[in-house]
Structure formats: C-alpha cells, structure tokens
C-alpha cells in the first residue's frame, strides 16, 4: 500500500514536473513581463502600441526609409565638441579620436592597438556617393531655395556638411565605448535632466570609482519636467537596442557579421541585471514612441498641401513617396490613444512660457553633445535622432498653427526644412524598428531558456 502510494506519488511528481516544463516554456520573459501595461502620464497601453506598429506603420515606415528623399541626410561631422576637449580615448582616425596611436605606444599594449584598429574597420562612415547623387543634391538645393516653405540651417550651409546615404550606413555596435563613450550620456544625464534630488549609480561599470551620472526621480516633478527625462530616457534605449540587435558578433571568412546579441541585451534591460531599472527604460521607450507618433498626426496637414511635393527630380517617385507618406500620416492620425499635448505648458501663463523656455534650452544643449560623439557613425545617428525628436517637439509646441492653408496663401505660417522632414520621419522610424527589435528579443529569450 505504501510503496503503491510512492510510486503513484513519484509518477504524480513527474508528471508535475513535465507539466511545469511545458507551463514555463509558455511564460513570458521576466522583461516581457515587466514591459506590460497601461503607460503613465497617458492613457495607452503597450499591447496596443505593439500591435499597432507591427501591422500598420513598420512595414510601411521601414519603406519610405529606402526612397531617396528619405535615404540622404546632409550632415557635419566635423563640429567640435563645444564642452570639452578630446578625452584620449583609444578610438580611430574615422571616428575622429586622432590622439589614438599615440597613446596606443605610450601605454606599449599591442591589445588596445588591435581594438583600435577593429574600430577603424567598425565604425568608418562610408561616404560614397555617385556623381549622379552629387549632380541631384544640387539641384534639391536649388528647388528648396525657390520654394517659400523651405530655409536652411545655417549648419547645413557649412562647407563641412555632407550628404550621407543611410543606408550604406546602418546604425550598429561599432567598437565605440568606454569613458569617451559614456562621458557623452553622462553629461545628457547630470547636466540636462530635470531632476529635484540626486541618486547616484556608476558611470562606467568598469571603473566604478570614476564618474557617475544622476537618475531623475519622479516624485515631485511637474509633467513636462517627466515628459522630457522619458524622452532622453526613452532615445537612449532606443539606441541601445539598435546596438544590442546589431552587435559585432564573428568575423566569417575575414568579414565582420552582425546580428542579436542576448547577453547585451540582459545586460542593458534585464530587471536583476539593471536593478529594476531595465523595464522602466523600455517603457519610457514606448512614452517616446508615442510623443513622436502624435507629431507625425498632428503635423499631417502640412504635408497634405499639394506644393509639399518631396522633390528629387524623379516625377514618378516623388508622387509614390508622398503618397506613401500621406497613407502613413493616415494611420497615425487613426490611432485612438494619441498623448495629449495640450495638457502640458499649459498652467499660468507667465510660468508656463518660462518652463517651456527652460525645456527648450535643456534639449538644445543635448544636442549640442552629440557633437561630442566621438564616433563618427554613432554621432552621425546621435545628431539624426535628436534632430528628428527636436523637430518633433517643434511640432508639438510651435506657437504657429499647423493647418491645411490654401495653395496660393501668401502665409508661410509654420514651415519645415529638407533636413527636418528627413530627420524626423527616419528618427521615428529607428523608434519603430526599436519596437520590432524588441518583439525578436521576447522571442529569443523564450528560446534560450
């Protein structure tokens, strides 16, 4: 009697103990379990965002990316960093860090000569372009000067900008990091966030007892004051994942692969890894995707005008493109659980202006740091990004109204540059394809386990 109990018990066990493999197998990541739910300072819920990009704007926005209007983005690369001198970090002639082979000999490590020289492969900024581009990139410039509805920045007027075809320059794991590389979130972080008190966490987990950078707390911030740390918070995630997801992982037959990186990933967003901190980065991810996808909404009108034509010089693909562009407009007009922007700003008048003013000098100034990048390809993202959440923010609080004005208006009204279409439109698609990279992580990780 008793040994038929132990063995019904021991079967009963065994079979639990398959059964809680198999219930496990269907568990979601500790990450997936965590990045779940309704968004604070909005009404929308992740699921919906989810869903919304895979199967309306991805594959649209992935798309319009490849069009020429929308592949080329004039650049200079070569500001100098405005807030400090360059820092000796071990990095490469194409990054931009010239005092590398000098310190490589000083310190005598043939490894850091090594790592130098892989970076140089990694991170170059591939800047060929065909005679053919370089004859139409003149002539865009022409047309966008006889156009009333488009001005340059001064920036771009510079000798030292160039056109650089996105697609030749894929943003990836480039061998950038260390010191130089957090020295640059490190000032976005302390000197540019909101943030009532300090809570300090290392800088650089390497070297712990070096810099730190502070952590914005949430309990007596006012809303915008949230609003702009998610937005930093939400671009630096979204960055990380472009890297986690394209990392340097083998070179085959002497040519360097890259794909998803696991570890990385963990190390960046798992909850015990980040001490809880993971999760609320991804979130703050999906706070910014809904900032931008509201921009894109509201500035549509703009775009309906039939004298905002996307030139190229290619007839044909100029209308495809717009027409691309308006059917994307569509759908992010149609999603129900826009952010509202009204509720920000939006207090005592006088009070209001200057929180405004504070919030926008604090994003000028970060993208002021990019310049401070010290790869060239990573800045190059850097710059594109901030750009486009820069245009985005213009969008959402230009004190000119965005509306349908009649063709032959002799109102400007509010207006947008070559360059700031083509940031903002491929800056919000990185934020898509951060969302789709995520979706592949779940997957992998149920995988791995």
């Not at 103990?17 to 929308?44: H, I, K, N, R």
């Not at 060929?128 to 488009?150: C, G, M, P, V």
Request: glycine fraction near 6%; proline fraction near 4%.
């Amino acid at each position: 009697m008793s040994k038929g109990v132990r063995r019904a018990g021991a079967g009963h066990g065994a079979a639990a103990a398959v059964q809680l493999l198999v219930t496990l197998s269907f568990l979601p990541s500790v990450v997936e379990a965590q990045v779940t739910g309704v968004l604070d300072d909005c009404l929308c819920d992740i699921g919906s965002i989810d869903t919304f990009n895979t199967y309306k704007i991805f594959p649209k926005i992935k798309k319009l990316q490849e069009r020429d209007y929308f592949r080329y983005y004039k650049v200079n690369l070569k500001r100098p960093c405005p807030f400090w001198a360059e820092d000796g970090h071990c990095s490469i002639k194409d990054c931009h860090v010239e005092p590398c082979p000098e310190y490589v000999k000083m310190a005598n490590k043939t490894k850091e000569l090594e790592d130098c020289e892989q970076a140089n492969k990694l991170g170059a900024v591939n800047s060929t372009l065909s005679n053919q581009s370089k004859e139409a990139f003149i002539d865009w410039a022409r047309y966008d000067d006889s156009r009333d509805h488009f001005c340059e920045l001064d920036d771009e007027r510079s000798p030292a900008a160039q056109y650089v075809d996105l697609l030749l320059n894929p943003e990836r794991y480039t061998g950038y990091k260390g010191t130089s590389a957090w020295r640059v979130w490190n000032s976005i972080y302390e000197e540019n966030c909101f943030k009532p008190r300090s809570v300090y966490r290392p800088l650089n987990p390497l070297a712990p007892s070096r810099g730190r950078f502070f952590i914005c707390t949430f309990s007596c911030l006012c809303l915008e004051k949230r609003v702009f740390y998610k937005l930093i918070s939400g671009l630096h995630a979204s960055i990380n994942l472009h890297l986690c997801a394209n990392y340097l992982l083998e070179e085959t037959w002497g040519k360097p692969s890259w794909g998803p990186n696991i570890k990385e990933f963990k190390r960046r967003f798992d909850p015990v890894e980040t001490k809880g901190e993971g999760p609320r980065r991804l979130k703050n991810l999906y706070f910014l995707y809904l900032i931008e996808l509201r921009a894109l909404s509201k500035v549509a009108p703009y775009f309906e005008r039939s004298i905002v034509d996307l030139y190229t010089g290619n007839v044909e693909e100029d209308a495809d493109t717009k027409a691309l562009l308006l059917n994307i407009f569509q759908d992010t007009k149609s999603f129900p659980m826009h952010f509202d922007e009204k509720s920000m700003f939006a207090g005592d008048k006088k009070g209001a202006k200057s929180l405004k003013e504070e919030f926008r000098l604090h994003f000028k100034n970060i993208s002021r740091i990019m310049d401070c990048v010290g790869c060239d390809k990573c800045r190059l993202w850097g710059k594109l990004q901030t750009q486009g959440l820069g245009t985005a923010l213009k969008i959402l609080f230009s004190e000119k109204e965005i509306q349908k004005l009649p063709e032959n208006s002799p109102s400007k009204g509010f207006q947008l540059t070559r360059q700031e279409i083509v940031a903002l439109l491929n800056a919000f698609g990185r934020l898509s394809t951060s969302i789709t990279e995520l979706q592949n992580f779940k997957v992998l990780l149920q995988h791995s386990r």
